[in-house]
């Protein structure tokens, strides 16, 4: 099966990378424009896996190199992974995201129609249901995004499923939760240049020495112990959700929530460092910030009836696969 993997460089796209190619019969193509990756994973994912797989520099806005890639191709399967993900820069910068992740989108999908390519495997997000006053959320939930990130994911999912019903495209869209851990290897993992949005980012940071504490904002959330809590999706789990799809879609279109139906707060994360790799991350308190809402989990049970996937691991896999990852990138 030859399968195109966009953004296979990134977070996310090099755990699914190192899955694909752990399964039989399955020839990879990735492409990735280097904008939020380094040329490096690429060497990392050959290491790992032992195995060979095509890589491309190319931005998927870009439409005449998507369109010769496709030609030469012959893919069965897309898996679109690209685009831009930060909630904070798309509210400062909303052009970037409309022009990144949209005019993205339907350039890859021109060129599936184009070359007859049936199937795609689409990232999409919990943030799509915006901040509703619901704590665990279902597929039905109306989506109503609260930024231009998420605004994006909408439009780009509304358009999947217009050309599913048009019976052009067949598609899985999935929408996660919070992403999180590293690779068993500590090769792999979540480390951006700059200001990290997200928590494990964060305390990544501050394993490594470049930060002193975390910033926990908010300590009077309506939760166990008055910090915010989320649903936190190992990064394994993650891939072997992909992987299931890769037989549903063949037959079916979907959109599924993939969490793990838990969720932690932020004290429960920052005592599973302590607990389960004897290192303790100090932090203060700072004022709540605007739009954050107490507590969001996924209710799993399509995920799990459906596609037969559900999380294997916890929160003990995520800290000591990001405490290595951390260490070894030191
Ligand atoms: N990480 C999360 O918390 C999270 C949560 C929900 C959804 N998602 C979605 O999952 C996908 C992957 O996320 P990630 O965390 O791996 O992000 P990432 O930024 O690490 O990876 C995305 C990759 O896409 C590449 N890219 C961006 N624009 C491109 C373009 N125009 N052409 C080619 N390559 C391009 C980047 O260089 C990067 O390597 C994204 O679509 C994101 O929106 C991520």
Redesign the pocket.
């Known amino acids: 099966m030859n399968i195109l993997l966009?953004?296979?460089?990134?977070?996310?796209?090099?755990h699914l990378a190192l899955g694909l190619l752990k399964k039989q019969n399955v020839n990879l193509t990735i492409?990735?424009?280097?904008?939020?990756?380094k040329l490096s994973?690429k060497n990392k994912i050959r290491f790992i896996s032992s195995k060979n797989f095509k890589f491309k520099k190319?931005?998927?806005?870009?439409k005449n190199s998507l369109q010769k890639l496709f030609k030469k191709g012959k893919f069965d399967l897309v898996f679109?992974?690209?685009?831009?993900?930060s909630v904070k820069e798309s509210q400062i910068d909303p052009k970037k995201y409309y022009e990144?992740?949209i005019?993205?989108a339907i350039n890859l999908l021109n060129s599936m129609i184009e070359c007859n390519v049936k199937d795609i495997i689409?990232?999409?997000?919990?943030?799509v249901y915006g901040s509703k006053k619901i704590n665990c959320y279902s597929e039905n939930f109306s989506r109503e995004p609260v930024n231009t990130?998420g605004l994006t994911?909408k439009i780009i999912e509304d358009l999947l499923i217009d050309l599913d019903r048009k019976k052009k495209i067949k598609s899985v869209i999935l929408?996660?939760?919070?992403?999180?851990g590293c690779h068993a290897s500590g090769l792999l993992g979540?480390n951006?240049e700059g200001t990290p949005n997200?928590l494990y980012p964060y305390i990544i940071k501050i394993i490594k020495g470049d930060l002193d504490f975390l910033k926990v904002f908010g300590n009077n959330y309506k939760t166990k112990d008055g910090t915010g809590a989320r649903d936190y999706i190992h990064i394994q789990d993650l891939v072997d959700a992909h992987l299931n799809c890769i037989q549903f879609v063949k037959k079916k279109s979907g959109i599924f929530n993939i969490g793990t139906g838990k969720p932690y707060t932020v004290l429960d994360i920052i005592n599973s460092f302590q607990k389960h790799c004897n290192f303790k991350i100090n932090y203060n308190f700072y004022p709540r910030r605007e739009g954050d809402i107490d507590i969001y989990y996924n209710k799993i049970s399509k995920a799990k009836k459906i596609l037969g996937w559900s999380a294997k691991r916890g929160l003990k896999e995520i800290s000591q696969s990001t405490f290595k990852f951390a260490i070894k990138s030191k």
């Open positions: 966009t953004g296979g460089l990134g977070y996310i796209g090099s492409v990735d424009n280097l904008s939020n990756s994973v190319l931005d998927l806005k870009n679109h992974l690209a685009g831009s993900k990144n992740n005019l993205g689409f990232s999409s997000t919990a943030t990130y994911k929408r996660y939760f919070n992403p999180a979540e951006p997200n």
